[in-house]
């Protein structure tokens, strides 16, 4: 539900619409052309920008990532979480020590396993994003639980792990094809010499990299996936490697086969000039063994590297890491996860530093939802808004921003309770929307073109009559 009045519609719904148009065999060549034109016009870039999502599958519990520290706050959550909450004492060498403290006396500290990114962050290197999460519109409780859905739409298929994934990737539920990191991308096209590396996924099919024009390449951590018969000789024969080779790669008059064979070629291609690229590329940061996040993010590392060799100005990336949903065993389980994103994140960082691009990178995570501030006796349930990373040299770090909301999970007329809707699942005080436009603006997206990437953004900031609910929440650098 993107509540979009037609006149907002942009030329990028157009062409979505015109593109399903000739699929069903109507000015299929109109559309492609048009896309074509629109996207060469979207912006120019003369230097270089990478944006890597850190997915985190499952649904990360936010109350014992971003762990609440001051006296007040840390008794509450305490007694609320009882057995899985943290002590205090094991946080003190995370804790969080901003630029400017948090109104009325609030600190935080990231979770035990997490030093690396506590040290990025309290060298000034990242930054947290407080309670951000899906939303259509702004939400105070009230207008959640009101019966009108009409003047108060909330995300589709809230609490559900498939469907909220696919949300915080694309603003639509399970089964949208078209994602903000794609419609990012598809902006971005003409500013590289190959657009097929826009948008680079090292953690297979994503919906956040897909866009109208831009392509998901997929890589493995080991690099770009080549075709069998046409890397290795077939049976130790070169001879029939070559002629398998020739075979699927040979033009045809049937349209439909002809397509297949540009697509073969495509990817062929690619994976040769990525793998030339890569060979060419070396980087001495070591990356932590036995961290599936940390390979992925060695490769983007790699990748970047030989952004020269392939022509890239402007890249979006995807890794993602899975295991959080954590109903059971959140003590024993969440301390290895957290240790690996961090670990892969801080390792990550240095390799942009020993590449010279540590303020051209951003990293940022996301995932299903947060969990509720309550126990359920061995670990928590699903819940919505959550606390979120961004690392790299271009973050205003240092700083959390946001909202912090109050620990609470009763469920009165007081301030404290207006910002959860039941159990602790925070109601989101900042949307996906702004998050990501904050980054968007960052990578080079102009103003005017943001409702093309991000639907619901058209409902934020104070165009919207909402300056509460800022287009950039600031945590990022100029464009």
Known sequence: MHLLQPELHTRRAFLRRSTQLGLAGTALPFAMNLAAMGEAAAFAANDYKALVCV???????YANTVVTYDDASHGRYSAIRGSIALPKASLTPTLLNPSTPLPDGRQYALHPAMTGLAGLFNSGKAAVQLNVGPLVVPLTRAQYNSPDRKAYPVPPKLFSHND???????????????????????LALSSNGNSLFTCIAVTGNAVFLSGDSALQYQVSTNGAVAINGVKNNVYGSSAVRGALSALIQQPSAHTLENEYTRVT?????????????????TLGTPFPANNSLADQLKM?????????????????????????DLHDNLISQQPLLMQRVSDALTAFHSATVELGVADKVTAFTASDFGRTLSSNGDGSDHGWGSHHLVVGGAVKGKAFYGSAPPVSITNTAAPEDQWHVGQGRLLPTTSVDQYAATLA???GVADSQMAG??????????????????VDMGFMGPP
Request: hydrophobic fraction near 35%; glycine fraction near 16%; charge should be positive.
């Open 55 to 61: 997915f985190l599958y499952g649904g990360n519990d």
């Open 453 to 470: 990437v991000l639907p619901n953004i058209t409902h934020f900031g104070a165009a919207a009559g909402r300056p509460d609910y800022p």
């Open 164 to 186: 909220q994934q696919s949300v915080w990737q694309s603003s639509s539920p399970e089964g949208s094809t078209v994602g903000w990191g794609g419609n990012i991308g598809d």
């Open 265 to 281: 070629t495509r990817a062929v291609t690619s994976e040769s000039q990525i793998t030339g690229a890569l060979a060419g590329t």
């Open 300 to 324: 983007v590392a790699r990748l970047i590297g030989s952004r020269n060799a392939l022509g890239s100005k402007r890249q979006v990336f995807m890794v993602s890491l899975g295991g959080f």
């Open 441 to 443: 603006r960052w990578f």
